[in-house]
């Protein structure tokens, strides 16, 4: 019984080093070895681990030049393990220079694109190429293109929403109230508690932007301008995450769906 907690224990450890201090197998059991031996040869590395024998040396050299280990040359290399408390926590002070350094490379990367993409973006060349309807899949892909669509917007938001919208981009949102546009927002019953924890329902309470309450929306949708985005119906595709959603950009559908979203606001109720 004893034997076998050892060994969940050392999997464990294992399974750690591989996860969080980028050792490869070998090395996170050669490692916890070490750590439970004190000092070994790679000939008794491979007696006392599930390290392979002809991968001991390897292993071991490796782990020196990650710095987990430390050699004493001689007739037979012996090895000795570098403090856990020691290791660790250099690995995480490297991890987070390189975490801020990769950090504020691609924010610098990010502000040079932006500056050599506006010209492109403001020229008279169509953004979104001659195809003005686009299938979008996928909550990533959603987020982005609703955000897209929010920093186009000029007048209005008019926006029927399941729910996932008004909760994870309460914060655009109501930015563009700030920026001076009107915006409604409606909602079926069975989100509104959710909602009411959000910056929309604030804004709300406010009397920043309109809210209304149906039973059911079977089309969500947000129309702005001359783009309107909805959401297809398809059950199996919800499962995964991957509902289809259409963006359009033409006066006209974006009309004919103002024109719905208006006869679903005038049914709704202020909550």
Do not use: C
């Not at 070994?40 to 392979?52: I, K, N």
Request: glycine letters at 6%; aromatic letters at 10%; hydrophobic letters at 40%.
């Amino acid at each position: 019984m004893l034997t076998l907690v050892i060994k969940m224990v050392a999997e464990k450890m294992t399974e750690l080093l591989q996860k969080h201090f980028g050792l490869n197998l070998y090395e996170a059991r050669a490692y916890v070895a070490l750590v439970g031996f004190g000092v070994l040869t790679p000939a008794e590395l491979g007696s006392v681990s599930e390290v392979p024998a002809p991968r001991t040396y390897d292993t071991l050299r490796s782990l020196e030049k990650k710095g987990f280990a430390m050699s004493q040359p001689g007739k037979e290399n012996k090895y000795r393990p570098v403090h856990p408390k020691v290791i660790l926590e250099k690995y995480i002070e490297d991890w987070k220079k390189l975490t801020k350094e990769e950090l504020e490379a691609k924010e610098k990367a990010k502000e040079e694109l932006l500056e050599m993409m506006a010209p492109l973006m403001e020229s008279e060349v169509p953004k979104y190429g001659a195809e003005r309807v686009w299938v979008v899949r996928g909550i990533k892909n959603l987020v982005v293109k609703m955000k897209e669509m929010f920093e186009e917007a000029e007048s209005e938001l008019l926006l029927g929403d399941n729910g996932y919208i008004s909760v994870n981009l309460a914060k655009e949102i109501t930015g563009l109230v700030d920026k001076g546009l009107a915006v409604k927002v409606l909602v079926p019953k069975e989100i509104l508690k959710a909602v009411e924890k959000t910056k929309v329902y604030d804004y709300y309470k406010d009397g920043k932007l309109e809210l209304r309450v149906v039973d059911k929306l079977e089309v969500p949708m947000a129309v702005t301008g001359d783009q309107v985005f909805f959401v297809l119906e398809d059950p199996a595709a919800r499962v995964f995450g991957y509902e289809p959603q259409v963006w359009i950009k033409d006066f006209r559908v974006a009309n004919i769906f103002r024109e719905k979203f208006n006869e679903l606001w005038e049914k709704g109720q202020k909550p």
